[in-house]
């Protein structure tokens, strides 16, 4: 069985390019397990962004569009005041890991895009726990076929063990030594495997994995 580890923040702009690629990554690799921790790119951060730090940003953005095709929206950086703290959108990504664990990697998967479309495509404000539970809950849902609530999950969320939990994907991640993302690690005869530092496609996933996998 392939088992994957997959390292990254919802408010990555280069973990947003990545999506689409890990996606068939996943469809090509049908029996492979993923497990994501959220890596705290901006966690905690207090400070509002001044332009000269929108603007680096935004030119970020524009290198993730050219490479993967997606839309961005710059109406969720645009509002005044804003705070780019990633900690809300990690720990909404771990509240849906308590709730639906047993979800398969494609629709844990497709929770964790939600909550990037909202922010890049749609400019929503996922710094919001409501923002974050009415996303989760609706990707929660599709998935699954239903059963989840926006009032449990925020109750879930805002939760101290949630935080803490939140907290221990970060310290892991800095464990590792994970100082950029996205990563995609395979685990194989007990060891840890890079197969992809940052944005790659999905043929040079698979050429990694058959690598490390036959070596």
């Not at 959220?38 to 001044?50: I, K, N, P, Q």
């Not at 909202?118 to 996303?135: H, I, P």
């Amino acid at each position: 069985m392939t088992q994957l580890i997959y390292i990254a923040d919802p408010m990555c702009s280069w973990c947003y390019g990545f999506g689409p690629e890990l996606e068939a990554l996943l469809a090509a690799v049908p029996e492979a397990q993923m497990d994501i921790i959220v890596g705290g790119l901006r966690a905690y951060t207090t400070e509002a962004m001044d332009d000269a730090q929108k603007a680096t940003i935004l030119g970020h953005w524009q290198h993730v569009a050219a490479a993967s095709g997606l839309p961005f929206s710059r109406a969720g950086m645009a509002q005044a005041g804003f705070i780019y703290d990633t900690e809300p959108a990690c720990r909404a990504v771990v509240t849906s890991r308590i709730l639906a664990d047993d979800l398969p990697p494609r629709a844990k998967l497709a929770v964790f895009r939600a909550i990037q479309h909202a922010f890049y495509a749609e400019g929503r404000d996922v710094t919001r726990t409501d923002v974050l539970s009415e996303v989760c809950v609706t990707a929660l849902n599709l998935a699954s076929g239903g059963g989840y609530d926006i009032e449990s999950f925020q109750e879930t969320m805002t939760a101290y063990p949630t935080s803490v939990e939140t907290r221990a994907d970060f310290e892991q991640t800095q464990r590792w030594g994970i100082r950029g993302f996205p990563a995609l690690l395979l685990v194989h005869e007990g060891a840890l495997h890079m197969i992809a530092s940052g944005y790659a496609k999905t043929a040079d996933l698979l050429e990694s994995l058959r690598q490390v996998q036959q070596s």
